[in-house]
Each structure stands twice: as structure tokens, then as C-alpha cells.
């Protein structure tokens, strides 16, 4: 079993940039995936980061450029930074881990952060 808890949430204006910390109850080094989530008020969740244990990294085409997605496996902690906030960026950020055992992926996921950007 594999624990999230995310923090770096809260109240930012539009402009401004923050760092969202993932940070896991057992080591990160056997994570096959890391990444984050976000949930905006009436909307379904959509993944927007992701980055692989061979430290490669996707993005969301909505976000690219404006988010960093990083983890330090020394800390057991993945990172999200987001800069250049925009209030429709206000959302319910879930980070989630992968991880495979004998074959069999699985899934976990943290409590959530909200973030909110005022205009």
C-alpha cells in the first residue's frame, strides 16, 4: 500500500505561480508513474502531468509551458510547479502513483489540494 499526501495548495491571484508537493509514505524509486490531476468545479478529472520513473515527462497540451512536473526520489516526493496562474486553473489538483507488483499495476491516489486563483 502507498499513501499520497499532497500540500503547496491555497489562494494565489492571476499571474502567480505555485509549487505542489506529492510526498509518499514508502519509496518513490519503485514508482513505475507519477503524476497529477485536476478537477475543476463541475468538470470530470483530467490528468495533466506525468512523469515515468526514467524521469521522462508528459504534459497536457492545455498546460505545456506553464507547468513542471518533477520528483526526488531521495524525498519520496514528486513536485508540480505551475506558473503564470490563470483563473480557470482553479481546480482540485490529485496527484496519483503507479505501481507494479508481480505484474499487476496499481493506482493510488492522494486526499487532493484545492488551488484557487483569484482574477
Known amino acids: 500500500q502507498v499513501q499520497l499526501v499532497e500540500s503547496g495548495g491555497g489562494l494565489v491571484q492571476s499571474g502567480g505561480s505555485l509549487r505542489l508537493s506529492c510526498t509518499a509514505t514508502?519509496?518513490?524509486?519503485?514508482?513505475?508513474?507519477m503524476g497529477w490531476y485536476l478537477q475543476a468545479p463541475g468538470n470530470e478529472r483530467e490528468v495533466v502531468a506525468v512523469?515515468?520513473?526514467?524521469?521522462?515527462?508528459n504534459y497536457a497540451v492545455s498546460v505545456k509551458g506553464r507547468l513542471t512536473i518533477s520528483r526526488d526520489n531521495a524525498k519520496n516526493t514528486m513536485y508540480l510547479q505551475i506558473n503564470s496562474l490563470k483563473p480557470e486553473a482553479t481546480a482540485i489538483y490529485y496527484c496519483?502513483?503507479?505501481?507494479?507488483?508481480?505484474?499487476?499495476?496499481?493506482?493510488?491516489w492522494g486526499q487532493g489540494t484545492q488551488v484557487t486563483v483569484s482574477s
Open positions: 496519483y502513483a503507479e505501481l507494479v507488483l508481480l505484474g499487476v499495476v496499481g493506482r493510488y
Open positions: 514508502r519509496s518513490i524509486f519503485s514508482m513505475y508513474a
Open positions: 512523469v515515468i520513473s526514467d524521469e521522462s515527462t
